[in-house]
């Protein structure tokens, strides 16, 4: 098990910025393929961005390159989403997702995520 706690959530307007961050349990933190999974009322699931066990890999949505960057730091059980010129079309929930079976020479897809973070809202207004 590795409980993933995500943070830094809120309501913004058009083109602000906001951090998400998320703090994992475990010793073998740095072994596990991080992502951040957001889901829109109505829609399905979809990987925003992810990173793998050692950060030298990074995947992005094509709406959100440029404006999104994940990064990790082992030493601190951290990952974190930097998200700036935000838009209505990203307000969603934005989970935190941990992969232990992804090969480390890339990201994970949705399917291998075995760990999730209840969720953080973020609202984007008009």
């Known amino acids: 098990q590795v409980p993933l706690r995500e943070s830094g959530g809120g309501v913004v307007q058009a083109g602000a910025s906001l951090r998400l961050s998320c703090a994992a349990s475990g010793r073998t933190f740095s072994g596990y393929a991080m992502g951040w999974v957001r889901q829109a009322p109505g829609e399905e699931r979809v990987i925003v961005a992810a990173i793998n066990w050692n950060g030298d890999v990074t995947n992005y949505a094509d709406s959100v390159k440029g404006r999104f960057t994940i990064s990790r730091d082992n030493a601190k059980d951290t990952v974190s989403l930097q998200m700036n010129s935000l838009s209505a079309d990203d307000t969603a929930i934005y989970y935190c997702?941990?992969?232990?079976?992804?090969?480390?020479?890339?990201?994970?897809?949705?399917?291998?995520?075995?760990?999730w973070g209840q969720g953080t809202q973020v609202t984007v207004s008009s």
């Open positions: 997702a941990a992969s232990a079976r992804t090969p480390g020479w890339r990201t994970p897809y949705l399917h291998e995520y075995d760990y």
